[in-house]
RNA sequence: GCGCCUGUAGCUCAGGGGAUAGAGCGCCGGCCUCCGGAGCCGGGUGCACAGGUUCGAUUCCUGUCAGGCGCACCA
């Protein structure tokens, strides 16, 4: 692992550095005979008495050293290093493992270290210079954002924040589905609910959009324009009434999603992929490549040379691109923006779109691995203990301006990564509108608002924060104390693990295991007390905590705030 | 029928091949002359099932069973 900046990684590539020159020593000395190094591992063991760090080398190598692993594990103590930081003492423990017991105070280094580099502290360079897109929510602009798109704003949030913090640079992308069937459909459901309105007959077609916020946006458009379009052309009328909708159904969508934390880089028109050309040139490409082909008068993508189990239809029988042939031109489009990786937030309910499009973009001569799609399973809202159904048809789902107005939006961004996003979720509205310790937001951020409130209690002592250059950590000896500095050093590593994984949700528990050792702390020991040396090291403590705490919580897009 | 996701404590969920599998909630019992009790401490049962790979499998592979979601000239 390289890139990253934190104490226990230096730690432990100093160990893994130790053991290599360990084994070519044995090599050199005659003790081993010569053997490939293999790929082993420096990890933190479960248990404490196992070390605080252990290494499986020495049971890699029985069969290349033909000798048992427990002797190879003595053989390689004998020709560590000597005089490495911190290091107590080395030993052999079960079926080869080597532990290492250091001092505990190594832990400590990573104090200072967030205390100096503050906002910038779990930063690490997993990459350099590299772009990455990542597009999410894209719901259809003809309603209101529900909870799935709610959790994939979070999701799709949280996971481009965590990349930014691990080097990438990244753009965040809301793909607009302005064109094609739906907007026709769209369309009519619009001009059926204007007739209505005004007394004329009219029926919100089969297939069309029958919730409440349509007729809304319709009355909204007859406030400001009236009924000139009663005796219109057809055509200009449902254009009208689609553009005027859309700006305002998109308007909101903005709104909402800017109130929830979200900003987004771009905002792509699938329309706008139709009046460039970009969707037929991309078809002429695919055709050239030999990758289409017609059948029943229809235009049909060769799926299946990519391992796909059947092919798809790009150009209908009436000559109208489908969905699916926009999605290609679209994804082409990512890639000759230069991204050199592209990640999609989808719901479960499109798994099965994943294949196809990595064949696609295989067929363009793109690498396919470079498409990431983060597939989330669907939420479930409860209340009460019940089940709160969701439905479009009906038009009654809980919107995302409603979460927020009912839990807030911390809540609801915290609730909502605090899974993986392959588990199905339960949202439990009680809860997330509980302001108790039950509420793990609250939880969590009340660890960040008490120790601003030692801060508080300071300054009205007339004291100051120290100087990190004058404190004396190694005054911090207590178990609270060196478990805490223990978990705030394991931050840059948490950070990098979550990039790697695209998985926000180890944030979450990170965050709430630092705040639990925060209470537990605080509980038992005191910060500000008559011992001026003692105070201070445990004040820069408290400072490196609250670092830690908000830089966490920002990458879930939780507020830390410094009173509650 | 085929494909994807998921089966871990009473409930909701973590667990990048390692040595005795964790957290929150719920339940029971304790802790405030003290920087914020929105807090802390203690108490316990579990990897769906069967094979395989490996020195070692909750983790990887195969199969079975169970739940969710897909399998349109919809998006």
Redesign the pocket.
Known sequence: ?SGISGVVEKMREGLRGALADALAAAVEAGQLPPVDMPDF?V?????R???DF?A?LA??L??QARMA?RKIAETLLENLPRGLRWLERVEV?????I?FHLDPRWVLEAVPLAVRQQADYGRVRLVDGKRVQVEFVSA?PTGLLHMGNARGAALGDSIAAILDFAGWQVSREYYI?D????IKNFGLSLEARYFQLLGREGEVPEGGYHGQDIVDTVRHYIEQHGDKLLDADRRARLDTLVQYALAEKIGGIKKALAEFGVQYDVWFS?QSLHDTGKVDETLQQLRERGRLYE????LWFKASDFGV??DE?VV???G?P???AADIAYHRDKFERGFDRVINIWG??????V?RMKGAMAALGYDSDALDVV?M??VRLFRGGEIVRMSKRTGQFVTLEELMEEVGRDAARYFFV???A?????FDLDLART????N?V??VQ?AH??I???F??LAEQGRQMPDPAGVNLELLREEAELALARHLADFP?EVA?AAR?L?P??IA?YV??VA?LL??F???????TEDVELSNARLLLMEATRVVLRNALGLLGVSAP???
């Open positions: 692992m591992v990890e933190v063991p479960r248990e008495e196992h070390g252990a499986n049971m890699l029985p069969k692993p423990a079960g079926p080869g493992f532990n259809n589905n064109a094609g069937n739906q699938e059948r029943d008068g229809a189990e059947k239809v209908r029988k009436n109208i489908t969905y699916f479960a309910d499109h798994h099965g779109h294949p597939i399973q669907l605090m899974r993986s392959d588990s199905h979720l339960d302001q108790s310790n039950d793990p609250y939880y009340y608002a008490r601003c409130s030692i508080r209690q590593e693990l994984q998985a949700h180890r528990r709430h295991e639990g209470h537990s605080y509980n038992v020991h005191r910060v500000i410094d009173k509650m």
